[in-house]
């Protein structure tokens, strides 16, 4: 009993610590501010002519000032895989997310959705905070239930139709696994931290488009193709994201700020097989090759609107602030044209764009890895990297990194339950009034 009670007093006051810090300036960061940027899906082979043909202005100005390159993933292409491993810079096995579903041991049966309390090591975020530097996070996969942060947290299951999507594609691989998908418990805990922004994020205001360009796949014509207009509204759902970033941004100016836009990876999944020159489409059909050539449009315009909104982003970072630009992995033209996928080792190399501080413009990265993410984010910022983390400091980066320590995960993990009120702060003020937490 005391052993369990003393477990709950170290979470609580774990809690407390994390709750704290959001109300107090974060400690100065040296050298300048950093903004991630992840682009789920997105290719070198459709970034690159399109940088030439100067149609994606700012990602060019990145790769101009800075460094540009393939990042290399993992063997599985499962995206919670991919971006937990860029998050913390360990293997999926070490920090716990090894894919949408978990998969028991013996006879299959009933499975369940990964969720944040799955990951077993401390991520970005965390050794921001425990540094006293300020963080937001916004749509980074496997972070729902929110963690306490200071700053703000805005997790993967701000939109109602998101958890729905998710919950779809779970249940296709625990199908595939010859299991079932365990019955959704109500979704109780809060979507973001601190609570209240769950209301702010999804206020009306971030409905309104960002970019004035015409939503990409909007205009398609055509019986064959009509139906892939609501790709569109992938568009309005970044520019969402982004807009809540941006108000974020102006009201903290965080120290490390991560924002993963999921668009490009769900158009290329109906689409992908059109960036193939014409005369290799599909001989068998259906539709018109007019219809294929606005997929193949949408597609290319949702790139350019990509780019515009990470110019956004950007209006408030100096150019010695650390900006790195990644994806998760590539595509491939699928089986059925004119569908994409990521299932063959052609689409494991994902992105990378780098530039700031340290950084010499032009520079082409070579053999970075999904690893190396963290260690060099960490490097930069002048933070110790864990000797536990598996990457290290890419090579386009000249700075100095500080002594590593032995592990980050010497403290808890600050989290919410899964069926939190969104009220832990006041609850774990009353605990300190109590006398139960010092």
């Known amino acids: 009993m005391r052993s369990s ?3 709950r007093l170290a979470l609580l006051a774990a809690l407390l610590t994390a709750a704290t810090l959001g109300c107090q300036p ?4 040296p050298g300048g501010r950093v903004l991630i940027v992840g682009i789920d899906g997105a290719t070198l082979e459709v970034i690159e002519p399109l940088i030439r043909d100067g149609r994606l202005p700012h990602l060019g100005a990145i790769a101009a000032a800075g460094a540009s390159g393939k990042l290399r993933s993992l063997h599985v292409l499962l995206s919670p895989c991919v971006w937990t491993s860029v998050a913390t810079g360990t293997r999926p096995e070490v920090h716990g997310i ?23 090591v401390h991520a970005l975020w ?13 749509n980074w996969l496997m972070t729902h239930p929110p963690e306490p942060v200071n700053g703000v947290m805005i997790s993967d299951s701000l939109y109602p139709e998101e958890v729905g999507a998710k919950r779809t594609l779970s249940r296709t691989f625990a199908k595939a696994a010859g299991g079932s998908l365990r019955a959704p418990k109500p979704l109780r805990a809060p979507t973001t931290w601190p609570a209240e922004w769950a209301e702010r994020a999804l206020a009306e205001r971030h409905r309104e488009p960002l970019i004035p360009n015409p939503l990409p796949f909007a205009s398609l014509e055509g019986e064959s193709v009509e139906p892939l207009r609501s790709l569109s509204r992938m568009a309005e759902r970044d520019s969402g994201l982004v807009s809540v970033a941006l108000e974020i941004e102006a009201e903290l100016g965080p120290d490390l700020m991560m924002v993963l836009l999921q668009g490009i990876d769900r158009v290329s999944h109906f689409t992908y097989g059109t960036i193939q020159d014409e005369s290799d489409w599909a001989v ?13 449009a949408g597609l290319l315009a949702f790139y350019e609107y990509t780019d515009a909104l990470i110019g956004r982003l950007l209006e408030r970072y100096a150019e010695d602030d650390l900006v790195l630009v990644l994806s998760d992995h590539g595509f491939t033209a699928g089986e059925n044209f004119p569908c994409g996928d990521h299932e063959t080792e052609d689409a494991r190399d994902g992105v990378l764009l780098a530039r700031g501080r340290g950084i010499a413009p032009g520079t082409r ?6 690893f190396d993410i963290t260690p060099s984010v960490l490097a930069w910022a002048g933070l110790p990297a864990g000797r536990d983390m598996v990457g290290r400091v890419a090579s386009f980066l000249a ?3 500080p002594a590593a320590i032995a592990s980050y995960e010497d403290e808890p993990i600050p989290r919410l339950t899964r069926t939190a009120s969104g009220r832990e702060a006041e609850r774990i003020e009353e605990l300190r009034a109590l006398g139960y937490v010092e």
Request: aromatic share 6%; proline share 5%; glycine share 10%.
């Open 98 to 120: 090894e894919g949408w579903i978990e998969i028991p041991d013996g006879p299959r049966g009933e499975m369940r959705m990964y969720d944040s309390h799955d990951r077993r």
């Open 399 to 401: 700075v100095e990194p």
């Open 126 to 138: 965390n050794i921001f905070n425990r540094h006293g530097r300020s963080v937001a996070i916004v």
């Open 365 to 370: 990265a070579e053999e970075v890895g999904v």
């Open 5 to 7: 009670r003393i477990q």
């Open 284 to 296: 068998e059909r259906e539709g018109t090759d007019d219809g294929f050539r606005q997929l193949r």
């Open 26 to 29: 974060s400690a100065t960061a």
